[in-house]
């Protein structure tokens, strides 16, 4: 069995998920809040449906059984990497003309509850994404190369 590197599509999946971002957060601010929540996972969908497609394109040939593990868990776990940096970086920012922010955070933050809630949130979240990236790389994928290769 061929022996790929996925790295490459790793960065290229950091890459779209920084555009994709930065695209759905301005349009976010024209959009009423639950029609914006949607916004939040746009991001993460496009950025792994583009890095299928590069997949396909160069490779020429859909995901092996282990590759589609190996995409499902890497990209969920850097997609929530991507957003704890982006977390920290805004409170940083905002630390700098406020440091009564930073402290604040410290502070709340060894609360057991609130860790326990965001915890929560992030696995109702990452399940699905697991899931649905599951599906993408392995069934659809197939679909998708023998549509595009024959």
Same mark, same amino acid.
């Given at each position: %069995?061929?022996?790929?590197?996925?790295?490459?599509?790793? &960065?290229?999946?950091?890459?779209?998920?920084?555009?994709?971002?930065?695209?759905?957060?301005?349009?976010?601010?024209?959009?009423?809040?639950?029609?914006?929540?949607?916004?939040?996972?746009?991001?993460?969908?496009?950025? %792994?449906?583009?890095?299928?497609?590069?997949?396909?394109?160069?490779?020429?040939?859909?995901?092996?059984? @282990?590759?589609?593990?190996?995409?499902?868990?890497?990209?969920?776990?850097?997609?929530?990497?991507?957003?704890?940096?982006?977390?920290?970086?805004?409170?940083? =920012? %905002?630390?700098?003309?406020?440091? @009564?922010? =930073?402290?604040?955070?410290?502070?709340?933050?060894?609360?057991?509850?609130?860790?326990?809630?965001?915890?929560?949130?992030?696995?109702?979240?990452?399940?699905?994404?697991?899931?649905?990236?599951? =599906?993408?790389?392995?069934?659809?994928?197939? @679909?998708? &190369?023998?549509? %595009?290769?024959?």
């Amino acid at each position: %069995m061929l022996n790929l590197s996925l790295t490459k599509y790793y &960065a290229w999946f950091l890459l779209f998920c920084f555009i994709f971002t930065c695209i759905s957060s301005v349009l976010r601010t024209f959009f009423i809040s639950p029609i914006s929540f949607v916004l939040l996972i746009l991001p993460y969908l496009v950025a %792994m449906v583009s890095v299928l497609y590069l997949f396909l394109k160069q490779q020429k040939r859909a995901p092996t059984r @282990r590759e589609m593990f190996k995409f499902a868990g890497m990209l969920n776990l850097l997609f929530w990497l991507f957003n704890f940096v982006g977390f920290v970086l805004v409170v940083l =920012w %905002m630390a700098i003309q406020d440091p @009564r922010i =930073w402290q604040y955070l410290v502070t709340v933050e060894p609360n057991p509850q609130l860790i326990a809630l965001i915890s929560l949130f992030i696995a109702i979240i990452a399940v699905p994404f697991y899931v649905i990236t599951l =599906w993408f790389y392995g069934p659809q994928a197939k @679909r998708m &190369a023998q549509h %595009m290769f024959g």
